[in-house]
């Protein structure tokens, strides 16, 4: 709840909100002022992460591993770590949970990657909510049902990047691997590696679905929904990498 409160969008909507207030409720001109001063930058902040061409530049400074080639048959690892993202909850058209859009892409590329190399395939993900099962689990059946490619075990008790890295370590510990690829996205990976690492393995980056630069001036200022959530997700990553780093 804190972290919602505070990161964009809703801590900006939140400072737009209490500048209104400070300048609705009277009082000095200071106080005016700074009610203005606040909605102002709440809402042109907004107005900017929407931009795409923010959108990258924010994303860029995150997307700094390579792609593993789409034609390697052997990579320098003992197994492929998938990290679980979204799960889509009770779908009508289903009537029991399914992979989310992040976590769909995350396990696409994961089961091909496991198909091409013949390295078993790890899937890291605990309980969003108490009624729920794990993510891990719902991703484990997609990527057996639906695409054909079978799960070496889950990791079912964690909540948070960290506590991906750090159960799936022990349990890779017990079966002597080291070394592993991990997948998601290539804005997520650069937190996940180092979680990986401090954890104890040796980290083969696997991202997907880099963002690129828009290919039209017209289109890369036009603001736009999907680039304000892009955004979010940035700042996301780079409060998370601090307080990584911060809290060891």
Known sequence: MLESLVLPPVGL????AIGLALRATGGSTRRRRVGLGLAT???????ALSIPYVAYALLAGLQTEPAIPPDARAIDAQAIVVLSADVDCDPPEYGSDQPGPLSMVRC??????????GLPLI?????LRPDRRPVSHVLRDFVEQDLGTPVAWTEDASRSTRQNARLTAAGLEQRGITRVAVVSHAWHLPRAREAFERAGL???????????IPHRLGKGLMPRGRSLRDSCW??????GRLWYRISG
Do not use: Q
Request: charged letters at 10%; glycine letters at 12%.
């Open 202 to 212: 040796e980290v083969l980056p696997a991202p997907v679905a880099p963002h690129s």
């Open 123 to 127: 899937i890291t993900g605990g309980v």
């Open 234 to 239: 940035a700042v996301h990553e780079y409060v």
């Open 41 to 47: 930058a709440g809402a042109g902040a907004l107005v």
């Open 108 to 117: 696409r590329y994961g089961a091909a990657l496991a198909r091409r190399t």
């Open 13 to 16: 909507y939140v400072l737009v």
